[in-house]
């Protein structure tokens, strides 16, 4: 059974691999068998996520891409084929957290959040699902707060992944029966990284103490797991669907 999980064989693009949680993703797939493309903003970052899933013993290429950008998403997929052979996996990890009071936020402001966190992932599954093989599976990276608020004015950051929702339930039924691609969105609760670091002192610990049914915030391994599982053929039958991993955060 545990061969399911496998991704040997298999070639695996990581959006926003630069910090937090896209290198544990980068890591954790190339630990689970696959060739990583990593791409992000910042080159001299990259590199540092290079080496760490070079020392798994697979293949790592890292590509500069701005995925609010379509031709850097085309420029990803186009890499991986022809330095790796394919595509068989997209983790859609880039995203931008904000927190502004609607009544103060500019259109630029608003605009840059859904171009990067909702924009973005659907110019990289275009990208992707071009020359994707059947087979082949997305994970859009959500959060549980498309279903739920927690105390921070996020409008811009809200809607954008609510949206992400419906985008990854269009694709599975435009993509899975026609090209077998199949389409799954991930919604992490609160895990720490440089996102969460940009918080007030006292906030996260808060609402994991009262919100968190496990009163504590993730640990990445925790849903790197969970990515593996919808990247690999261990969720053959599982497409559309939108999963939390929040500890039970939506449960409160
Ligand atoms: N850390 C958490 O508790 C949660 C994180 N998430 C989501 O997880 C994903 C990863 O976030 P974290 O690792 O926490 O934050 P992070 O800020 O460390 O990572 C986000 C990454 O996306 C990259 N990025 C931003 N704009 C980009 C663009 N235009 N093109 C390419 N890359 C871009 C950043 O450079 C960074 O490497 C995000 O989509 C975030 O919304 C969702 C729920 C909770
Ligand atoms: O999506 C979540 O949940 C997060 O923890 C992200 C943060 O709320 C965020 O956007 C920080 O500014």
Request: net charge negative; charged share 20%.
């Amino acid at each position: 059974m545990l061969d399911r999980f496998r991704l040997d064989g298999k070639v695996a693009i990581v959006t926003g691999a630069s910090s937090g949680l896209g290198v544990a993703f980068a890591r954790g797939l190339a630990e689970a068998g696959a060739d990583v493309v990593i791409g992000a903003r910042r080159a001299d970052r990259l590199e540092k996520t290079r080496r760490l899933v070079e020392e798994t013993g697979r293949r790592c290429l890292a590509v500069p891409a701005d995925v609010a950008k379509p031709e850097d998403c085309d420029a990803l997929a186009a890499a991986a084929v022809e330095e790796l052979g394919g595509v068989d996996v997209l983790i859609n990890n880039a995203g931008l957290g904000t927190a502004v009071p609607a009544l103060r936020e500019t259109p630029a402001e608003f605009r840059q959040v859904v171009e990067v966190n909702l924009m973005g992932a659907y110019w990289m599954a275009q990208a992707c699902a071009r020359v994707m093989r059947p087979g082949s599976s997305i994970v859009n990276i959500g959060s549980v707060l498309a279903e739920t608020t927690a105390g921070l004015p996020q409008a811009a950051y809200t809607a954008s992944k609510a949206a992400l929702t419906g985008l990854t339930r269009d694709l599975a039924q435009q993509w899975t029966g026609r090209r077998g691609i199949r389409v799954n969105c991930l919604e992490p609760g609160f895990f720490a990284s440089e996102m969460t670091d940009q918080y007030q002192p006292g906030y996260l610990e808060r609402v994991v103490e009262s919100r968190v049914v496990m009163r504590r915030p993730g640990d990445a391994a925790e849903l790197v797991a969970a990515a593996v599982f919808l990247a690999s053929e261990a969720s053959s039958y599982i497409t559309g669907v939108v999963l939390p991993v929040d500890g039970g955060l939506l449960l409160t």
